[in-house]
Structure formats: C-alpha cells, structure tokens
C-alpha cells in the first residue's frame, strides 16, 4: 500500500507538463520532459498513485509523445471528446459531434474564409479545410499530418473535435456568429490559446471526462486532482479537489483560483507532486 492509493493526478500535456510553446512559435523540436516531471511520476506512481494526461490534442497528435511520458491510467484526449487506454489501444469512452456540427462548421467557414478548421475523426485521422498559416505551423509542432478535405461535409463522420485557427479577434467573430444562430448552446466552445477555439459535443470537457475516468478507477474526486494552463483546462481545474497551475498559466487560470506552481520549463508537476506528498504524508 503507497501514501497516494486511491489518488489521481490529471494533467494538461502541452505548457503543464511539457514547455512546447517555443517549438510552436519557431519551428523548432519539442524538448524532452523536464527530468524533475519524471523522477517525481515514477514517485508518485510507485506510491499507488494514478497519473493521467488530458490534452486537446487529438491522439495521432499525442501518440508520438505517450511513449516519453510516465503514466498509469486512461487519458483524455480531444479537449474531452474521448478516454483512450494507451496500454490496450483503444478508446474506453467517446462523445461524438453530431451531423449538425459538420455543416454549421462549414457555415461558419464560408462567413470566415480566412479561417482554417481541423476535424479529428475518431480513426486517428486529421482532416483540415482551409488550412492557413496557423493550422500548417500546428502541424509542423504536433507531427500530425493533416489530410486536406474541400469542406467539412465531405470530412467523414465520427468526428470528436473541430479546432478553428484564425487570429483571435476573427475567432471571437466566429464564436459570436455560432451564438447569434442559437447554435453554440449545443456545443462546449473554448479556447485553447488565443489563436486556437475548440469545439466539441456539450458535455464533453475535460473536466467532465476526467470525472468519467475517476469512476472508472474507482477513485473519489476527492482525491482528484489536476493541472492546467489555458482557459480549456478550466474545467478540469474547477472539478478537482484542487487545481493547478504552471507559473506560464494565461491570467485566467492563474486567477481562477487554482494553486500556482512553477512553470513548465522548470518541472510545474514535479512542484505538484511536492504538495501532494505533504499532503497525504
């Protein structure tokens, strides 16, 4: 029996556990996971403790990295839109978009030509329609290939998350038209960074599958706890016993009132793991 039986630690991937936000910017490698991360999740682990990533992004874009990262349950992958067991291979839950979600999305584009949308379908397929600058540089960073479709109709369904990438005053003007047509009621739409909006069915946030993942396990959300950066974590972060944050965190996280930590480059989980060891000594 280990002092964190019972106790699961979700975390954010991109800017919580690992700093990529300069490869993003320049092109450059994704550096590897702070050694400080690593040696504390084999800690935390080897005390009974559950580690799990909840990322948006989709699981082609992840699966290059689960290798490199220490955990021991389920994630959550798609901004919520699914729980994937990285030891079987296969998805545990999933909460699709509807049909509806492919031609409103498309409605949107033909408002907002300029905008680019990527469609995750649930067979590790990205599919991208208009892509730009910013959808092409996302590719660049993540290793995801895209596969380019002429409109979101023609994407084929099961779809778990569309990601607009536009600037994000344009995003904001997509998201007011998605609200203007009474649609977005029917979706969980938030930013990941500024330049990213996510859309997924409503209900399937982060916060809503790690609670999912918890029953799973077992474990009480009392004993949840979680990790994020961007406004996307939010409700994971809400959900949780207590959240974190990384020093990086964009104001609204570091404000939500969740428990700020180092930042990414420096070990944010590590620090967490520090807290949770005294926490349950």
Known sequence: MGKFDGVLL??????????????LRTGGPV?????????????????????????????????????DVPMNAPGVVCNGAAIYDFEKGEYLETAMLDEAARQRGQAALDRFPGVAVEAYHIDNIIHVVHPNAISRQHEHMTHAELTEAPSLPEVPLPLGKLLFEADHETLEEVLAFFTAQGWAEDYELI?????????????????????????????????????????NDLSMLQAAAEGFAPANASPAVRESGATVVCGAREGAIADVIAILDKKYS
């Open 31 to 67: 550096p590897p996971l702070p050694e400080r991360n690593r040696e504390a999740l084999a800690y935390f682990m080897a005390q009974g403790g559950r580690f799990a990533i909840a990322t948006g992004r989709a699981l082609p874009a992840f699966l290059r990295h689960a290798g």
């Open 191 to 231: 930013f990941s960074v500024s330049h990213l909006l996510e859309m997924t069915i409503k209900g399937a946030s982060k916060g809503g599958m790690v609670r999912r993942l918890a029953a799973r396990l077992g474990i009480s959300m009392e004993h949840v706890y979680c990790a994020g950066d961007e406004a």
């Open 10 to 23: 979700a975390s954010d991937f991109d800017n919580t556990l690992l700093y990529t936000e300069d490869a």
